[in-house]
């Protein structure tokens, strides 16, 4: 990705008449000069990517079991859904009905963007806060042990997480 740096944030926004959005100039600057792509993502939220990522994912994709009909079915959502975009003279994107529908935003206009790392995730804010308190991790154990299992994927080669230390385990040492 051409010198692309990390999105970080939560933004909320509304949706124009005409289903404008405007990107945060933070969030923006870091995406000058790329090709971007609005497409439908996990969780039912939209997704915008440099494209240069979303080729990168795609390729990936790409060299999944054709055979499999969860795969081609995959394929279908994810590539059909994928529209180019790119800002206007405002700072805004237009979306297509067909990904607003997709991403449950029939007549909610409020919207939640999140920075997560390499594409924005735009959720209906509704969703969203629904979403979030679902998952929201606490400042307790439970976080404690999942942020261990996490650094400890991440700064490692395995492919799964390590088990994080049981509290009773933790309190020997």
């Not at 000058?32 to 994912?57: K, Q, T, Y």
Request: proline content about 3%; aromatic content about 12%; glycine content about 6%.
């Amino acid at each position: 990705m051409k010198g692309f740096k990390g999105l970080y944030g939560r933004y909320e926004k509304t949706l124009d008449s005409k289903n404008r959005l405007i990107i945060p100039n933070v969030l923006r600057k870091k995406l000058e000069g790329e090709d971007l792509i609005l497409v439908g993502w996990f969780d039912r939220c939209l997704a915008l990517f440099p494209s240069s990522r979303f080729e990168e994912i795609a390729e990936k994709i790409n060299q999944l079991q054709l055979f499999s009909e969860d795969v081609r079915g995959m394929r279908r959502q994810l590539f059909g859904s994928a529209f180019s975009v790119e800002f206007d003279s405002q700072g805004r994107v237009s979306f297509p009905d067909y990904l607003l529908r997709f991403a449950f935003m029939n007549g909610s206009r409020e919207v939640v963007m999140i920075g997560d790392y390499d594409k924005i995730e735009i959720w209906p804010r509704a969703r969203f806060e629904e979403f979030d308190e679902k998952y929201r991790v606490n400042l307790n154990h439970d976080y404690e042990q999942t942020l261990a299992r996490i650094a400890g994927l991440a700064l490692s080669d395995q492919t799964e997480p390590a088990e994080a230390p049981s509290a009773e385990e933790e309190t020997k040492s």
